[in-house]
Every structure is written in structure tokens, then in C-alpha cells.
């Protein structure tokens, strides 16, 4: 399965559910490519830099592979992708 460019970027900002969260595509990272997910109802947790200290508050972002393990269609654990395009 392929994706171009405009369709990884045309998912940003869309809503989906990932594991039976609802969640908002922060951002796209096409070296995977991966979602960068934002929980709706996710709390603000302790961040850490690149070092790995403690850094600040932010919202839980969760990295999520937009395939599945074969890379032959969308991730199974991605609901509402398919309205999302």
C-alpha cells in the first residue's frame, strides 16, 4: 500500500479513534509513516526533553503506525480512517 504526500497531510487535524479513544492527528511523520495523536480527553502529563528529565506539562501525544504490520492496509486499530480521506 502507498500513501502520498497529500493524503498523509490531509489527515492532520482530522478525528479519529485509536483503541477506543477519540483522538485528533497532531501531526504526520512519513518516515513510517506514523500519526502523531492527540487523546481528547487526555490529561496533561509530565514531558521530558531530549535527555529524558523531566521537562514540562503538556497533552499525552501518542506516536501510531498509519499501516498495518505488512504494510498492505491501514492499521486495524485505527477507526474512522477510512473517513478520514
Known amino acids: 500500500m502507498s500513501i502520498d504526500a497529500a493524503t498523509l497531510a490531509g489527515l492532520i487535524g ?6 477506543g479513544r477519540r ?8 518516515e ?7 487523546p ?3 490529561a496533561r502529563v509530565i514531558l521530558t526533553d531530549q535527555y529524558g528529565e523531566a ?3 503538556g497533552p499525552e501525544l501518542l506516536e501510531v503506525p498509519l499501516l498495518n504490520p ?3 492496509a491501514p492499521n486495524p486499530l485505527l477507526e474512522g480512517l477510512d473517513a478520514a480521506r
Not at 14 to 19: H, I, K
Open 70 to 72: 505488512r504494510r498492505d
Open 55 to 57: 521537562s514540562h506539562r
Open 32 to 38: 513510517g509513516p506514523l500519526l502523531v495523536l492527540v
Open 14 to 19: 482530522r478525528e479519529l479513534r485509536y483503541c
Open 40 to 42: 481528547l480527553d487526555a
Open 23 to 30: 483522538c485528533r492527528v497532531l501531526e504526520v511523520l512519513p
